[in-house]
T-cell receptor, first 115, second 115 residues
Framework: ETGVTQSPTHLIKTRGQQVTLRCSSQSGHNTVSWYQQALGQGPQFIFQYYREEENGRGNFPPRFSGLQFPNYSSELNVNALELDDSALYLC??????????????FGAGTRLSVL | AQKVTQAQTEISVVEKEDVTLDCVYETRDTTYYLFWYKQPPSGELVFLIRRNSFDEQNEISGRYSWNFQKSTSSFNFTITASQVVDSAVYFCALSEPNTGNQFYFGTGTSLTVIP
């Protein structure tokens, strides 16, 4: 186990609703990255948080937003859900950006279904 | 442009056969990192190996081995004497320090080991 925990494990929402996903990072890690993995695809980078600030963002619209808390845990918020948002959302924790040990350790993900 | 290409979508082998998973990457950076992750049905991405661009030495770890060749921009992964427990989706990923800790994943290769 990586020590990265995500909640909830599964979620069902309807189009237009809002959702919040949570992630607790591994002890000693201060950086959290979020990825979206559509069925049959590789994970796509959404954004990264370091020291409670966004530190890089992928090609996702502003309705995808996040937070990082002083204990380095993080939230991913998605507003105005669309059917295409249905995916597995993965959280990964790591040491600070640019660290020599830049391995990302992943949680088991949250499976979001938008109906 | 796809930074990481895994051309093999699905592979099936009979138990005890050897299997090689291909990965081709694209980057303009001289410093970069390559990774392999395993994703079992549970969804969690399990870290297998990291290689930096300055270390082309091939590595063997038990039944796993990796062949890194900068000349062909490839980072292939071989499982020797495959076992049913090796059945999973395998992802190759690229990290470029210039873009922080963002990982670029391939689309994955689904490996099925038949008993």
């Amino acid at each position: 186990e990586t020590g990265v925990t995500q909640s909830p494990t599964h979620l069902i929402k309807t189009r237009g609703q809002q959702v919040t996903l949570r992630c607790s990072s591994q002890s000693g890690h201060n950086t959290v990255s979020w990825y979206q993995q559509a069925l049959g695809q590789g994970p796509q980078f959404i954004f990264q948080y370091y020291r409670e600030e966004e530190n890089g963002r992928g090609n996702f619209p502003p309705r995808f937003s996040g937070l990082q808390f002083p204990n380095y845990s993080s939230e991913l918020n998605v507003n105005a859900l669309e059917l295409d948002d249905s995916a597995l959302y993965l959280c990964a924790s790591s040491f600070y950006p640019g660290a020599l040990n830049n391995i990302q350790y992943f949680g088991a993900g949250t499976r979001l279904s938008v109906l | 442009a796809q930074k990481v290409t895994q051309a093999q979508t699905e592979i099936s082998v009979v138990e005890k056969e050897d299997v090689t998973l291909d990965c081709v990457y694209e980057t303009r950076d001289t410093t970069y990192y390559l990774f392999w992750y395993k994703q079992p049905p549970s969804g969690e991405l399990v870290f297998l190996i990291r290689r930096n661009s300055f270390d082309e030495q091939n590595e063997i770890s038990g039944r796993y081995s990796w062949n890194f060749q900068k000349s062909t921009s490839s980072f292939n992964f071989t499982i020797t004497a495959s076992q049913v427990v090796d059945s999973a989706v395998y992802f190759c990923a690229l990290s470029e320090p210039n873009t922080g800790n963002q990982f670029y994943f391939g689309t994955g290769t689904s490996l099925t080991v038949i008993p």
